[in-house]
């Protein structure tokens, strides 16, 4: 599904919510938490609709979870884009989506530790039709059309060079977009690494191929990484700073890293050495 004009983004003002207790109260007296999450592979979802939720995000959450004594865990889905918006409106308490975290986000809520790093990659028809390696090449097609999740950081990206509206075709998710650029509605899809070679392993997409070599998103000469994470309201530092006492020490360890390698997470997409940038977000 197509959402959206070109330039349009995701809504992310909310009235404020009048507090009682604070969300680790509650939650640590009850035992109870809710999670939303955007049905996205490798991240949250449900490989059917009746399959319980899995995915590297959701299968960290409930180790943590476990630790911090947490009994039961509700799933929410929605749209990715309605994320944060649902977060802040307090219909959920935590974000469990291989969130981003970027100065923007970070102006309306705050994050865990990262779990994983990764950069962009690119899916286009089996051959490269038109032939494109580089960000920069799109930009000098005459018509070359790039897909992107509604609301993702690639599409905040992907503004950064300039590209006419009409050549950004926003979609409400990865299937979504998988589906207009086999349609012929996009060249080329624009996501996460990880995301994209999921989609290549689990819905036999023959057709089409990513681009290997691609450069990704290059900020004054150097590659752009992106770290992924939990995202929490600013005002439950106190629920995020639980989490991350027992996540911290938690990821690299032998017991995260077979946890998540079905879903295609190695050492390779370990945080390591996370720029002062992103620690500066999580104090």
Known sequence: MRV????????????????????WDRISRS?????????????????????????????????????????????????????????????????????????TRFKEITFSYP??????????????????????????????????????????????????????????????AVKGLRAGEADMFASSGISLNEILHHDGTANLEIIQGFEGFVVNGQPMVDYGAFGFRKEDLE????????LKPFIGTEEHLHLVAPFGFSREELPGDIPSTILKMLE
């Open 4 to 23: 959206g004009s070109p330039l349009s983004n995701f809504p992310n003002k909310v009235g404020k919510v009048a507090h009682g207790p604070s969300s």
């Open 115 to 176: 779990t994983y790093k990764n950069k962009e990659s690119v899916l286009v028809k089996r051959g490269n039709p038109l032939g494109i390696k580089t960000f920069s090449d799109l930009i000098r097609h005459p018509f070359g059309r790039i897909a992107v999740i509604f609301g993702s950081v690639t599409a905040s990206h992907i503004r950064m060079y300039n590209l006419p509206p009409s050549r950004i075709i926003q979609y409400a998710d990865g299937r979504s």
């Open 31 to 103: 035992g109870i938490i809710k999670v939303g999450y955007a049905n996205e592979a490798p991240f949250s979802y449900k490989e059917k609709p009746y399959s319980p939720i899995t995915g590297e995000s959701w299968e960290i959450a409930k180790v943590i979870f476990e630790k911090m004594g947490i009994r039961q865990i509700d799933g929410i889905q929605t749209e990715f884009w309605s994320l944060i918006p649902k977060l802040l409106n307090r219909t959920y308490d935590m974000i469990a989506a291989g969130f981003y975290i970027t100065p």
């Open 239 to 246: 629920l995020r700073n639980q989490f991350n006492h027992h």
